[in-house]
């Protein structure tokens, strides 16, 4: 067994050096020990409690990561006086509650702990027979350096990507799992949960409605309930609406069409698919101040080539709401659109899209040119301070020629 007693021994003299280059390993910010935001000052004085705050959270990780005796370390938290928290901490105090770390991990062979650039040994310090250099004033990037060993790449008995304290926690034995396996059933292996932090036994890790995989291709948090809640892309629907609708979380129109999701269920249609002999019309406004509250645009077409399939806010006037109106003129080839504007909004001059209308030929060779829109209650504040009416037209896109 790899077991050296320590003696009275100093801190290399290369240590200061490498305490700034020392990479921080994931522990540190999963229990708190460090504050990724806060100015870098490895420099200043270490204290009591600060050192004692580190060893614990060591602890409670390498007690959660190992199977092996840990009644060293144990014993070393358990016996921190809960006083002298703001007094000095000179290198021999530091090194004397590092070394059962260190006692534990060198016994048991896990040299895949120590981080990058430091010399592996019993211990990160050079033998020194002047126990003088004990009593200098130790400071915080010795301290973090000498507790930045990574316990995510411990030891893997069987060499399949997954170390042992994981295996061990999902499935009672180090090597108990096949990395290939998915015994959960959610599309992720078990490298795969390993790799991204979720639950292998279950589906839905952090039980929001998301299964794992989604989550995870959708760049989404799998122990984070509340990331079901969010609209990542801003149209409407929530992210375990999009997953329930088959839709893609972070695209606020799926299937390209023009229409937004949320726009395309309300109006029902297929947000996932666009339809065949589909055309896409925008309607567009001139620029100007334009009074809050509703208008409607009125579109006539004929009906024998044409039907209305969706409708969408187009984007760039930000209105609360945009409908389809129910009006007898619909079968006849002329429909009102009920445009609401929440606030009253200086729309940019030249020419802004107001409204998407999502047609459907009735046969490829239909007509689809001879549409034609008209908003004639839309008033803007022209330059005079008279009130003029707005300019509005529609432009067409055959979309089966186009995606």
Not at 64 to 82: E, H, M, P, R, W
Not at 177 to 197: K, S, V
Request: proline share 5%.
């Amino acid at each position: 067994m790899k077991h050296v007693t320590k003696t009275g021994v100093a801190i290399a003299t290369s240590l200061l050096a490498c305490t700034l280059c020392a990479a921080m390993p994931q522990w540190w910010t999963d229990r708190g020990i460090i504050d990724t935001n806060a100015v870098v000052n490895d420099y200043a004085p270490v204290n009591q409690g600060q050192v004692k705050h580190v060893a614990t959270q060591a602890y409670l990780e390498i007690d959660q990561k190992l199977t092996n005796d840990c009644s060293a370390i144990s014993n070393l938290v358990a016996g921190f006086s809960s006083t002298n928290n703001y007094l000095s901490v000179n290198l021999g105090q530091l090194k004397a509650v590092a070394a059962p770390f260190y006692d534990l991990l060198w016994a048991n062979d896990y040299t895949n702990a120590w981080p990058e650039g430091m010399t592996v040994g019993p211990y990160p310090w050079s033998g020194s027979s002047n126990g003088a250099q004990d009593f200098a004033i130790a400071n915080i990037g010795q301290l973090k350096y000498l507790f930045s060993f990574y316990f995510g790449t411990l030891l893997d008995s069987d060499g399949d990507g997954m170390p042992d304290w994981w295996e061990l926690l999902y499935f009672g034995s180090a090597t108990g799992a096949l990395a290939a396996d998915d015994p959960d059933g959610d599309g992720l292996t078990n490298l795969e949960e390993y790799q991204f932090g979720s639950n292998p036994l279950k589906a839905d890790s952090d039980e929001d409605g998301l299964p794992d995989k989604f989550e995870r291709d959708h760049g989404l948090n799998p122990n984070n309930p509340l990331d079901a809640l969010l609209d990542s892309d801003g149209d409407g629907l929530s992210n375990l609406d999009e997953y329930l609708n088959g839709t893609n979380p972070n695209n606020r129109d799926s299937d390209g069409d023009g229409i937004s999701d949320r726009d395309e269920l309300v109006s029902g249609g297929n947000p996932n698919a666009v339809p065949t002999n589909a055309v896409l019309g925008t309607v567009w406004m001139d620029g100007g101040s334009s009074p809050a509250g509703a208008f409607k645009i009125q579109i006539s077409f004929n009906a024998n080539d044409l039907s209305i399939v969706g409708v969408g806010n187009a984007g760039e006037m930000a209105p609360s709401e945009v409908c389809l109106g129910q009006h007898p003129e619909y079968s006849s080839g002329s429909v009102y659109i009920t445009y609401v504007q929440s606030l009253s909004t200086n729309s940019p001059t030249g020419s802004n899209a107001l409204v998407n209308v999502l047609f459907q030929k009735a046969s490829p060779s239909s007509e689809y040119t001879n549409v034609q829109v008209n908003a004639g209650s839309m008033l803007k504040n022209a330059a005079d301070g008279s009130n003029a009416t707005h300019s509005v037209w529609i432009t067409l896109t055959d979309l089966s020629e186009t995606l």
